[in-house]
């Protein structure tokens, strides 16, 4: 497992196990000669992937240390429910906007948990979550996807525009996705916070944006729209009233469609006592987010549009 955790290089596997090289690839000889089929593909010396018969070995052992992992967590649950580790993969979108509030309620109920915030792009929440190398993952984009993940709907949000002040776009009544496009933009990379449905609902009706900047990170962002380079299209929740009194925002919710955050965790795995008090911080943040329209309702009230 940790071999193709690490690519498939046995020199990577074998400083994360504390191990000498030659000890790793004799282990990979002897399970191979042990199961009688080859479990790895090769170019030449070097491991380049799975075989069918390695892929199905690989789930099984995942499986087999989830439950390991399952056992251990019941007994630290009843041993010391008030300690342990918490580990939360997510965006900077979540990190920065959603996470707060939720962790500062969470430490004032578990104070000696230890939070560890995983960041990456979702598809990479998803191999960490499936891999155990998180507890919880939360984005918008790839969670909601696998059979193998238990996947809470949390919130819904849209898209704003952002600009500085006085830029002509701002008297367009209302913003069209072609008034859009006569400007350069400035939004998110493709794979974060819902790119890929913006970039889809543009060429649906056959016109290409001009992007001139993209970024994982709704800061970075707004630096560059700052900076005279574009105006940015982000998470409305992104936009803090407070904090960027310089920029001017404009509703874009009638031209997107509306993105669902999740909170994700595999299916089968046991839920500690102070993980499942996240869950519920968050779902509570969740709600309060619809409630306060920046972000657009909450799934639970879809049926309300």
Request: proline fraction near 5%.
């Amino acid at each position: 497992m940790t071999l193709a955790e690490s690519g498939f290089s046995v020199s990577r596997a074998a400083q994360q196990l504390h191990l000498v090289q030659p000890a790793v690839s004799q282990h990979l000889r002897l399970l191979e000669e042990a199961l009688g089929t080859p479990l790895f593909l090769r170019h030449g010396k070097r491991l380049v992937g799975l075989t069918e018969a390695g892929d199905k070995v690989l789930g099984h052992a995942r499986s087999m240390l989830a439950e390991v992992a399952n056992i251990v967590a019941v007994g630290r649950d009843h041993v010391e429910e008030a300690r342990g580790v918490l580990r939360i993969g997510t965006t900077h979108t979540q990190a920065r906007y959603v996470l707060p509030p939720v962790l500062l309620e969470f430490k004032r109920a578990y104070p000696e948990v230890e939070v560890q915030i995983h960041q990456g792009t979702p598809a990479q929440l998803v191999e960490m979550a499936l891999a155990d190398r998180v507890d919880l993952a939360v984005c918008t984009e790839a969670v909601g996807d696998h059979a193998a993940l238990v996947t809470l709907p949390s919130y819904r949000w849209n898209r704003c525009l952002i600009t500085p002040p006085g830029h002509p776009l701002l008297e367009r009544r209302p913003i069209s996705l072609g008034a859009l496009c006569e400007y350069p933009i400035i939004t998110y990379v493709f794979g974060f916070t819902g790119r890929t449905s913006l970039s889809q609902t543009f060429a649906k009706v056959g016109l290409h944006p001009r992007v001139v900047l993209s970024a994982a990170d709704a800061d970075v962002i707004k630096t560059y729209v700052r900076s005279g380079m574009g105006i940015g299209i982000i998470a409305d929740l992104a936009f803090h009233p407070e904090h960027d009194q310089d920029l001017e925002r404009r509703d874009l919710s009638h031209l997107f469609p509306w993105e669902v955050t999740r909170l994700a965790y595999p299916r089968g795995k046991y839920v500690r006592r102070f993980q499942q008090r996240f869950i519920d911080l968050f779902q509570q943040e969740a709600d309060r987010i619809g409630r306060g329209g920046g972000a657009g309702a909450t799934v639970s009230r879809r049926a309300d549009l």
